[in-house]
């Protein structure tokens, strides 16, 4: 077992990737289309590529399925089908044995699992990393413990450091290391897997999420027995619920499956806005009704939290979103790292333009957050573009919410429930109204105050201009753009017609007296042959990026 662990599982982790990359290479070529390329067929391909990763994932177990879940939320390093598969990772696995359980629970408690009673042999529910088993204690209080499965630490550390390799040969190609971090993320990967074994932090976790709720009685967060949880253990209140996305259940329980999840939309929101702390995994799973109507929020292995200064960044977004100002929430996107300086921003800006009248428009479309995330991953993944993690794990648990939503009711709509709580982000320190008027009168003195200097800048620009000191730059990234990609045909077409030369000389030469020499034009048609497919992709690379050039600018007033 020992040998196989070490010689064996890191050979099929490279095989997994190798196939990945030849994979995603694959799909990029557009030669490799026998009826042609187009997007749709692309996509076609790279969603069964998702699929073979997805279950590769899961036979690979505990680490990978957490791994899984941790790329969906980066659409900054695959293409959106695979991240689509990704997120869809269910964890469930079989259950490992009853006397395992109780083995580790002694080893863990101690003396302290005296306090357990009626615990039950048949979990209620196993995953990657643990199971959960319902049980009593002496004091008559229903719990859930959840039980590491053995052997994981080992296992994760073994894995994490094949995949520490990986990122560092990824890092050092030329094309594929250029404008991302591998190591960094997969840096970042083992210091989330690592800290998710340690379920002394999930215990912290559920305890300040329980807090910020307290006062809502709508809101239940199972309370923690800190006496009978420890590294491997969590014991949590038991907190039994209809299933969230079960809406026969619900209605016949005289719960009204529209209100479950306006509340649930709100409790995400306050997460957001007031607390900066939020459940960052709300698939149904983690979500059930109690008997009253009440939302109850299960796992906190993996939470998210918003800084205060990019709490701050966000609340400047929004004001520039409300405003549909596509220039300045650029602007405040390119101040907080998310776009490269260095880029055009006139493509960008366009596209931010469309996403705010489909975004903030009424009637409010019922499946927005899908189609932003699907603009945002094709932006994301096509550009230099730079998501924080934290902005990346809002998005994909706002839109997961809204799909729990829409399964409750169909009108269901985030944005439209959103408004309401977007003030206190607007003034961006929450305090109120005053903030948000103080904010608009400094930009309009701001404004003032360049009006009152343009007369006296108009007068030194016009003395340079006698004095013949003036130098004008002209920067025409779209005119730049369009000679290279005619310069890149015409080398295309010269290509082309030496190839087809090669390969009429090719002909000639076989049907000749001495056939041996068609080497000769074949040889030298290799060269010639990978260039012109290295041209091809920079062609469709350029095609991508003049696509959302091509979209219309709104008229300036």
Same mark, same amino acid.
Request: proline residues 6%; aromatic residues 6%.
């Given at each position: 077992?020992?040998?196989?662990?070490? #010689?064996?599982?890191?050979?099929?982790?490279?095989?997994?990737?190798?196939?990945?990359?030849?994979?995603?290479?694959? &799909?990029?070529?557009?030669?490799?289309?026998?009826?042609?390329? +187009?997007?749709?067929?692309? $996509?076609?391909?790279?969603?069964?590529?998702?699929?073979?990763?997805?279950?590769?994932?899961?036979?690979?177990? &505990?680490?990978?399925?957490?791994?899984?879940?941790?790329? @969906? !939320?980066?659409?900054?390093?695959?293409?959106?089908?695979?991240?689509?598969?990704?997120?869809?990772?269910? =964890?469930?696995?079989?259950?490992?044995?009853?006397?395992? #359980?109780?083995?580790?629970?002694?080893?863990?408690?101690? =003396?302290?699992?005296?306090?357990?009673?009626?615990?039950?042999?048949?979990?209620?529910?196993?995953?990657?990393? *643990?199971?959960?088993?319902?049980? +009593?204690?002496?004091?008559?209080?229903?719990?859930?413990?959840?039980?590491?499965?053995?052997?994981?630490?080992?296992?994760?550390?073994?894995?994490?450091?094949?995949?520490?390799?990986?990122? *560092?040969?990824?890092?050092?190609?030329?094309?594929?290391?250029?404008?991302?971090?591998?190591?960094?993320?997969?840096?970042?990967?083992?210091?989330?897997?690592?800290?998710?074994?340690?379920?002394?932090?999930?215990?912290?976790?559920?305890?300040?999420?329980?807090?910020?709720?307290?006062?809502?009685?709508?809101?239940?967060?199972?309370?923690?027995?800190?006496?009978? @949880?420890?590294?491997?253990?969590?014991?949590? =209140?038991?907190?039994?619920?209809?299933?969230?996305?079960?809406?026969?259940?619900?209605?016949?329980?005289?719960?009204?499956?529209?209100?479950?999840?306006?509340?649930?939309?709100?409790?995400?929101?306050?997460?957001?806005?007031?607390?900066?702390?939020?459940?960052?995994?709300?698939?149904?799973?983690?979500?059930?009704?109690?008997?009253?109507?009440?939302?109850?929020?299960?796992?906190?292995?993996?939470?998210?939290?918003? &800084?205060?200064?990019?709490?701050?960044?966000?609340?400047?977004?929004?004001?520039?979103?409300?405003?549909?100002?596509? +220039?300045?929430?650029?602007?405040?996107?390119?101040?907080?790292?998310?776009?490269?300086?260095?880029?055009?921003?006139?493509?960008?800006?366009?596209?931010?333009?469309?996403?705010?009248?489909?975004?903030?428009?009424?009637?409010?479309?019922?499946?927005?957050?899908?189609?932003?995330?699907?603009?945002?991953?094709?932006?994301?993944?096509?550009?230099?573009?730079?998501?924080?993690?934290?902005?990346?794990?809002?998005?994909?648990?706002?839109?997961?919410?809204?799909?729990?939503?829409?399964?409750?009711?169909?009108?269901?709509?985030?944005?439209?429930?959103?408004?309401?709580?977007?003030?206190?982000?607007?003034?961006? +320190?929450? @305090?109120?109204?005053? =903030?948000?008027?103080?904010?608009?009168?400094?930009?309009?003195?701001?404004?003032?105050?360049?009006?009152?200097?343009?007369?006296?800048?108009?007068?030194?620009?016009?003395?340079?201009?006698?004095?013949?000191?003036?130098?004008?730059?002209?920067?025409?990234?779209?005119?730049?753009?369009?000679?290279?990609?005619?310069?890149?045909?015409?080398? @295309?077409?010269?290509?082309?017609?030496?190839?087809?030369?090669? !390969?009429? $000389?090719? *002909?000639?030469?076989?049907?000749?007296?001495?056939?041996?020499?068609?080497?000769?034009?074949?040889?030298?048609?290799?060269?010639?042959?990978?260039?012109?497919?290295?041209?091809?992709?920079?062609?469709?690379?350029?095609?991508?990026?003049?696509?959302?050039?091509?979209?219309?600018?709104?008229?300036?007033?």
């Amino acid at each position: 077992m020992a040998w196989r662990l070490a #010689v064996l599982r890191p050979l099929r982790i490279w095989w997994v990737a190798l196939g990945l990359l030849l994979g995603l290479w694959w &799909s990029s070529q557009t030669w490799t289309y026998g009826g042609g390329f +187009s997007p749709q067929r692309q $996509a076609r391909r790279r969603r069964r590529l998702a699929r073979w990763l997805a279950q590769q994932f899961l036979s690979l177990g &505990s680490a990978f399925i957490k791994l899984g879940q941790l790329l @969906s !939320a980066r659409p900054d390093v695959l293409p959106a089908e695979l991240v689509e598969e990704l997120a869809r990772l269910q =964890d469930q696995v079989p259950a490992f044995g009853f006397d395992v #359980v109780q083995g580790l629970l002694e080893q863990e408690l101690g =003396d302290r699992c005296a306090e357990i009673i009626d615990l039950e042999p048949t979990p209620l529910g196993s995953a990657s990393l *643990a199971q959960v088993h319902r049980a +009593s204690l002496r004091s008559g209080r229903q719990v859930v413990l959840k039980v590491q499965r053995p052997g994981l630490e080992h296992l994760f550390r073994s894995d994490l450091e094949v995949l520490q390799q990986l990122a *560092a040969l990824v890092q050092r190609h030329p094309r594929w290391g250029v404008g991302r971090d591998w190591v960094g993320i997969a840096q970042e990967c083992r210091r989330v897997l690592l800290r998710e074994l340690d379920f002394r932090l999930e215990a912290e976790h559920a305890a300040r999420f329980r807090q910020q709720f307290l006062d809502d009685p709508g809101i239940r967060i199972p309370g923690v027995i800190w006496e009978l @949880s420890a590294r491997r253990v969590l014991c949590l =209140d038991y907190l039994p619920g209809i299933k969230i996305t079960d809406r026969q259940a619900l209605i016949e329980a005289g719960i009204d499956p529209a209100a479950v999840a306006e509340k649930g939309a709100a409790s995400y929101l306050q997460q957001l806005v007031r607390f900066g702390f939020f459940h960052a995994d709300p698939h149904p799973g983690n979500l059930a009704v109690a008997s009253d109507g009440g939302l109850i929020y299960y796992d906190f292995g993996m939470m998210g939290q918003l &800084s205060t200064a990019l709490r701050s960044r966000l609340g400047r977004m929004v004001v520039a979103a409300a405003a549909r100002d596509a +220039s300045g929430l650029v602007e405040e996107l390119q101040a907080a790292g998310v776009i490269a300086k260095g880029i055009d921003p006139g493509p960008v800006r366009r596209l931010v333009r469309v996403m705010l009248k489909e975004a903030l428009t009424p009637p409010f479309s019922a499946n927005v957050l899908d189609k932003l995330s699907g603009d945002l991953y094709d932006l994301v993944y096509g550009q230099p573009f730079r998501l924080p993690p934290e902005l990346i794990f809002v998005m994909r648990a706002l839109s997961t919410f809204e799909g729990v939503g829409r399964s409750l009711d169909p009108g269901f709509s985030l944005v439209a429930i959103a408004r309401p709580y977007l003030l206190p982000l607007m003034t961006s +320190s929450g @305090s109120g109204a005053n =903030d948000l008027l103080n904010e608009l009168s400094r930009q309009a003195a701001e404004v003032g105050s360049r009006a009152l200097g343009i007369p006296k800048r108009l007068d030194e620009s016009l003395a340079r201009i006698e004095q013949g000191d003036l130098q004008v730059q002209v920067r025409a990234g779209e005119t730049d753009r369009l000679l290279r990609r005619m310069a890149m045909s015409q080398q @295309s077409l010269g290509q082309s017609v030496l190839l087809g030369a090669l !390969a009429i $000389a090719a *002909a000639l030469l076989a049907g000749g007296s001495r056939p041996a020499l068609v080497a000769i034009p074949l040889v030298a048609g290799l060269p010639v042959g990978w260039a012109w497919l290295k041209l091809q992709t920079r062609l469709k690379r350029d095609g991508r990026l003049d696509v959302i050039s091509r979209a219309p600018e709104a008229p300036k007033v």
